[in-house]
């Protein structure tokens, strides 16, 4: 059928209106929008009028759509087709208007912004355009009245899930569709996702998992509970980045904030569960350290040593012996006695130099042994709590400029 108009240079202008009576769904995933409709659309047809007084005050009519010519006004975005059944009528008005009213499932791609997830706004567009006919046989007419727009759908709007209807603006532009130029009418629909379920059941766990782990810092590093502890809270961060990762779209052109917000938290963590890795082993160090000490455990080197200077400790004893009780059997030695004597005390003054000479040597060795800080009892304890409590003070911190960060990031 023709475009129901005298001269064909005229164009049919088409009037349309949209409003949005449900969102049913906004899937991140498969980046679509899910919306029921209800559309107006009007017309002029040069052929058709009738006097009412003629017709007993009769002034508008319904009959079947398929007796009229129709525009072929189609959705760019919808990507599968409406099940529910078409309005099979028109209405008629005595003057040659017109007019269809159809409710439908819209299901239309839409580019689903998830950088500040669970805190984000969508824009989602629905366009309105014929399939033939170019601007110059179809011109496409819209109400211009945002305001008046979005006041009308607020009060027609029942359902709206998780998402929360804030403003729809409409225009119209002219497009190069292959061949003519086309008019376009694009809806462009505001909503606002409610965010109080994820704080509650996914971004305050996460927080709470990260509180738990700077508590982990009053338990003792001596046993094993403070290892385990923060390997299960660890493990609890991982469990909630697997949640996340089905409700998030893998096409996202920017890593989201929230994704941000556990991989710091899971880094953090782990950098805890590291430094306390360190702290127990710096102290089991310690601990083999005086046990080896206290069990007076030494060295072979250090024992021969020791036997050494035992050694001449004991013949320096048993020359003095021998030299004291010759002395006292003859009160009156002789000669020969006189020179053997002699000859035992050079002896003993040698040995008594060479005694004190290794005496020297064993301190000074002895010093060097356990002049290191690290021979002192009880030095790697130390030095693990100086690291425990920098480590401790440096991941408060840290933790309160991350997560001043990422809230500041999200709200601005």
Same mark, same amino acid.
């Given at each position: 059928? !023709?475009?129901?108009?005298?001269?064909?240079?005229?164009?049919?202008?088409?009037?349309?209106?949209?409003?949005?009576?449900?969102?049913?769904?906004?899937?991140?995933?498969?980046?679509?929008?899910?919306?029921?409709?209800?559309?107006?659309?009007?017309?002029?047809?040069?052929?058709?009028?009738?006097?009412?007084?003629?017709?007993?005050? =009769?002034?508008?009519?319904?009959?079947?759509?398929?007796?009229?010519?129709?525009? !072929?006004?189609?959705?760019?975005?919808?990507?599968?087709? !409406?099940?529910?059944?078409?309005?099979?009528?028109?209405?008629?008005?005595?003057?040659?208007?017109?007019? &269809?009213?159809? #409710?439908?499932?819209?299901?239309?791609?839409?580019?689903?912004?998830?950088?500040?997830?669970?805190? !984000?706004?969508?824009?989602?567009?629905?366009?309105?355009?014929?399939?033939?006919?170019?601007? #110059?046989?179809?011109?496409?007419?819209?109400?211009?009245?945002? #305001?008046?727009?979005?006041?009308?759908?607020?009060?027609?709007?029942?359902?709206?899930?998780?998402?929360?209807?804030?403003?729809?603006?409409?225009?119209?532009?002219?497009?190069?569709?292959?061949?003519?130029?086309?008019?376009?009418?694009?809806?462009?629909?505001?909503?606002?996702?409610?965010?109080?379920?994820?704080?509650?059941?996914?971004?305050?766990?996460?927080?709470?998992?990260?509180?738990?782990?700077?508590?982990?810092?009053? &338990?003792?590093?001596?046993?094993?509970?403070?290892?385990?502890?923060?390997?299960?809270?660890?493990?609890?961060?991982?469990?909630?980045?697997?949640?996340?990762?089905?409700?998030?779209?893998?096409?996202?052109?920017?890593?989201?904030?929230?994704?941000?917000?556990?991989?710091?938290?899971?880094?953090?963590? =782990?950098?805890?569960? =590291?430094?306390?890795?360190?702290?127990?082993?710096?102290?089991?160090?310690?601990?083999?350290?005086?046990?080896?000490?206290?069990?007076?455990?030494?060295?072979?080197?250090?024992?021969?040593?020791?036997?050494?200077?035992?050694?001449?400790?004991?013949?320096?004893?048993?020359?003095?012996?021998?030299?004291?009780?010759?002395?006292?059997?003859?009160?009156?030695?002789?000669?020969?006695?006189?020179?053997?004597?002699?000859?035992?005390?050079?002896?003993? =003054?040698?040995?008594?130099?060479?005694?004190?000479?290794?005496?020297? &040597? #064993?301190?000074?060795?002895?010093?060097?042994?356990?002049?290191?800080?690290?021979?002192?009892?009880?030095?790697?304890?130390?030095?693990?709590?100086?690291?425990?409590?920098?480590?401790?003070?440096?991941?408060?911190?840290?933790?309160?400029?991350?997560?001043?960060?990422?809230?500041?990031?999200?709200?601005?």
């Amino acid at each position: 059928m !023709d475009r129901p108009v005298s001269d064909h240079k005229d164009p049919t202008y088409v009037h349309i209106y949209m409003a949005v009576r449900t969102i049913l769904d906004v899937k991140e995933t498969a980046q679509t929008l899910v919306t029921y409709i209800w559309l107006y659309m009007e017309w002029n047809n040069d052929f058709i009028g009738w006097k009412p007084r003629d017709f007993c005050g =009769l002034r508008s009519i319904f009959i079947p759509k398929e007796t009229l010519w129709m525009p !072929d006004i189609t959705i760019e975005e919808m990507i599968e087709t !409406d099940k529910s059944p078409p309005n099979p009528y028109l209405e008629i008005f005595y003057h040659g208007d017109v007019f &269809i009213k159809t #409710e439908q499932v819209v299901i239309s791609t839409c580019r689903i912004r998830v950088y500040k997830f669970p805190f !984000d706004t969508q824009r989602c567009n629905i366009s309105f355009k014929s399939n033939m006919y170019s601007d #110059e046989e179809i011109s496409l007419m819209y109400y211009e009245n945002n #305001e008046w727009i979005t006041n009308h759908t607020r009060k027609l709007i029942s359902t709206q899930y998780e998402w929360t209807f804030i403003k729809m603006t409409v225009i119209n532009e002219t497009i190069d569709s292959f061949g003519p130029n086309q008019t376009r009418i694009v809806y462009t629909i505001h909503t606002e996702r409610r965010s109080v379920l994820y704080i509650a059941n996914f971004m305050l766990p996460v927080f709470f998992f990260l509180c738990l782990d700077l508590a982990s810092f009053l &338990i003792s590093d001596t046993g094993g509970e403070k290892l385990g502890y923060k390997i299960t809270v660890l493990l609890a961060v991982t469990v909630m980045q697997l949640i996340l990762n089905d409700i998030l779209p893998s096409s996202s052109n920017r890593i989201p904030l929230i994704v941000i917000y556990c991989m710091g938290s899971f880094s953090l963590m =782990l950098l805890s569960l =590291l430094e306390t890795i360190l702290v127990m082993h710096l102290i089991e160090k310690d601990s083999a350290t005086q046990d080896n000490e206290t069990d007076g455990e030494q060295t072979p080197k250090r024992r021969c040593w020791n036997k050494q200077v035992n050694s001449f400790r004991e013949i320096k004893q048993c020359i003095r012996c021998v030299s004291v009780s010759d002395i006292s059997a003859d009160e009156t030695p002789s000669v020969t006695k006189e020179g053997s004597s002699c000859q035992l005390m050079n002896v003993l =003054l040698a040995l008594e130099k060479v005694s004190d000479e290794l005496g020297e &040597i #064993e301190q000074t060795v002895s010093q060097l042994s356990t002049g290191k800080e690290e021979g002192k009892p009880g030095y790697w304890t130390r030095l693990a709590k100086k690291i425990n409590r920098i480590f401790s003070i440096c991941y408060v911190t840290a933790v309160f400029l991350f997560v001043a960060g990422i809230l500041l990031a999200w709200l601005v």
